[in-house]
Each structure stands twice: as C-alpha cells, then as structure tokens.
C-alpha cells in the first residue's frame, strides 16, 4: 500500500464514530450480562493461561450515517471490525481502542486506553463508501490529520445501568483534548426466541478548543480557500445526544445487531460556518451489524 493509499485508508475511519461508542456499549452489555464462568482467572498472575482466556472477534457493519461530524450529506458505508481479549483484563480493537483493565471489581472498571483518530480528509477519500456522492463540503479547509490520543477510561455497573467515562489527549494531528460520557440502560428480551439484548442511553462528547477549532474552527488560509467566514471555536460540547441497540444471536458464535443513533451538535460545533452554511447540527445514523465469535 502507497503512503497517500495508507493515508486516505486510515483518515476514512473515523467517519464511524457513532458505531465506536455504540459497539463499545454492545460489548459492556454482553458483558454484565452474562455472568463470568466460575473459577475463571482474573489476573495474568492468578494462574497459568488457558485457550478460554483469549477471546477474538470479528465483525462487519453497514451504516447510513452523515459523511463527516456536522454534515447534511449521508451516506452508505461498510466497516470491518476486529476485537482481540484476554480474559477480562486487556482489550484490543480498531474501534474499541487498546486498553487494559487496572480496576475491575465491585461493579468497577479502570484503566488506561489509546485511541486514534484517524482525521477527515478536504476530498472526502473513503474507500468503505458504497452508496452517496462524495461531499464538496470540506473543499478548502485542509485535512485533518491523524492523531494518537492516550487517556483513561472508568465505568461503573450498577445493573440494569452503566456509567462511563472516557479521556483522552491528541498526541500530534489535532493535539487536542476529548472526552465521552454515557449512561445505558440494559437488559434482555427472552420471551420471543432467541434472547435479544437492548440498551439504550444518553451520550456527549466534550472537547478543548484545540479538538475544535481543528475540526469546526475556519482559519484566515481556510476562509480564502473555502469562501466561508472566520470562526475561532472555544472549549464546549461536540455533540449530545441519544444511542440504542438490539442484538440478538444467530448462531452460538455469530450475533445480529441493529443499532441506531441521533447526536445535536453542541454550540461551539453547530456555530461554525461549516455547520450553518453547509450542515446540519441534527445528526442521525443507522446500521446493522454481523459479529462472528471465534473458539480457541
């Protein structure tokens, strides 16, 4: 793969952010719902390690979602996800990030996490789009490029309802500070077939003036190349809003899900002349998910 290929390949992904935060949530609630076997090890140092200790995953979702934060322009896309885990300690995934649980007991989990955000490009090069034009709405005002954000996350599960917390610091690329919270509400339909899964939950992202003005702010370059008018963004809300899915299996080892979001776009965002002129701060994205569990 060339490096422009590679760019554009990486750059493309973050176009799913809604499926990142609602995947996140499908797996903490398979998790709190079914019950740990007894006797499973809850340290590396407990004990020898055992193929039941490794989980891997993978999935494939199709979505209809805007094509960047704050577009009014949709479009069909196809994403691939893979998911490695050992025991319930380290997690590894393109959008679950890497992180390691340091606390997990008495309905806590902690640790330490990195993301990346794989930016936005001006041509709105995508190579999982399968259906809608590429947007021109991002002509002029540059790439964004891609950036390693480290952090740290904390959850606590308090059944049927779980609360996260998430933050992290751009290293490069935006350089700039973000941070998600959530509640969900979870439970499991059984009574018609096959169990179904469901949470549902209210969501935000919260960002510096860094992160913002890097993906809303119109500098005095973006405003001659682009024609929109100059706006500096301060720290504040990206985005809030609500998220909810259904997920049921097929088989033992492979699951349908079907998930849906609807995101406002916070002042500092929707006040851009990229939002006012050439968006829309109401977002709304939908989707289906295929995830197949692999056996060790």
């Not at 994403?79 to 025991?87: A, G, S």
């Not at 999982?128 to 891609?146: E, M, Q, S, W, Y």
């Not at 088989?251 to 776009?265: E, N, Q, V």
Request: aromatic residues 12%; glycine residues 12%; negative net charge.
């Amino acid at each position: 793969m060339t490096g422009h290929k590679a760019s554009v390949f990486l750059r493309s992904i973050p176009l799913a952010a809604g499926l990142v935060l609602i995947a996140a949530t499908i797996a903490q609630a398979a998790d709190s719902l079914s019950p740990a076997p007894e006797g499973e090890f809850t340290s590396p140092l407990d004990g020898p390690t055992s193929a039941n200790d490794w989980k891997l995953s993978a999935g494939i979702a199709t979505l209809y979602m805007p094509a960047f934060a704050g577009s009014k322009d949709y479009q069909a896309m196809v994403l691939p996800d893979i998911k490695l885990e050992y025991r319930d300690e380290f997690f590894a995934s393109l959008f679950d990030g890497v992180g390691y649980n340091l606390i997990n007991n008495d309905g806590w989990r902690a640790g330490p996490i990195m993301k990346y955000d794989f930016g936005r490009t001006e041509d709105d090069d995508n190579p999982f789009r399968i259906a809608g034009k590429k947007t021109k709405a991002l002509r002029g005002l540059g790439d964004v490029d891609g950036t390693v954000e480290l952090g740290g996350f904390v959850e606590y599960n308090f059944d049927p309802v779980s609360y996260t917390a998430e933050l992290r610091q751009g290293v490069g690329g935006h350089k700039g500070l973000t941070g998600e919270v959530a509640i969900s509400y979870m439970g499991m339909l059984d009574g018609f077939g096959p169990p179904v899964i469901y949470a549902i939950g209210p969501r935000a992202t919260f960002a510096n003036a860094k992160y913002n003005n890097a993906y809303f702010g119109i500098s005095r370059t973006q405003s001659a190349n682009s024609g929109l008018d100059r706006y500096t963004a301060d720290a504040g809300l990206v985005s809030y809003g609500l998220g909810a899915f259904a997920m049921m299996p097929v088989t033992d080892s492979l699951s349908l899900g079907l998930m849906a979001r609807y995101d406002r776009l916070g002042s500092e965002a929707a006040d851009s002349p990229l939002v006012r002129e050439r968006g829309r701060k109401n977002q709304m994205m939908g989707g289906l998910r295929l995830t197949y569990e692999f056996g060790f």
